[in-house]
Nanobody, 133 residues
Framework: QVHIVESGGGVVQPGGSLRLSCVAS????????IGWFRQVPEKRREGFSC????????RYEDSVKGRFTVSRDNAKNTVDLEMNNLKTEDTGVYFC??????????????????????????WGNGTLVTVSS
């Protein structure tokens, strides 16, 4: 497992932007595929974007496609989530999660959002994003 921390959450108006960061400490993220998840009260944590170790195989749920972008900087041990044109329904606690890519090698290059809750091994504590006017 790897220790990861999310940052960058806050309050933003609809149509605004935020950039979240997922930073690893004590270990490198280079061997880990990453998933971004959102959780709202009384609902389970849902993955909406997955990234392989190279950052070339990025997957997005339709609800965020074209608005959210994941990027990796393995030299800095970070994975960022750029969120644009935010909507009220994007409100929630955002989590970064990691899993060794060798453990998901059979799905990481697939054409769907493969990063579900049960596949991920390491989790951050989450950062709250509130989209409200």
């Amino acid at each position: 497992q790897v220790h990861i921390v999310e940052s960058g959450g806050g309050v933003v108006q609809p149509g605004g932007s935020l950039r979240l960061s997922c930073v690893a400490s004590g270990s490198t993220l280079n061997d880990y595929a990453i998933g971004w998840f959102r959780q709202v009260p009384e609902k389970r944590r849902e993955g909406f974007s997955c990234a392989d170790t190279s950052g070339r195989y990025l997957r997005y749920e339709d609800s965020v496609k074209g608005r959210f972008t994941v990027s990796r900087d393995n030299a800095k041990n970070t994975v960022d989530l750029e969120m644009n044109n935010l909507k009220t329904e994007d409100t929630g606690v955002y989590f970064c999660a990691a899993v060794l890519e060798r453990d998901v090698a059979h799905v990481v290059k697939s054409g769907y959002v493969w990063c579900d809750y049960y596949r991920m091994d390491s989790w951050g504590n989450g950062t709250l994003v509130t989209v409200s006017s």
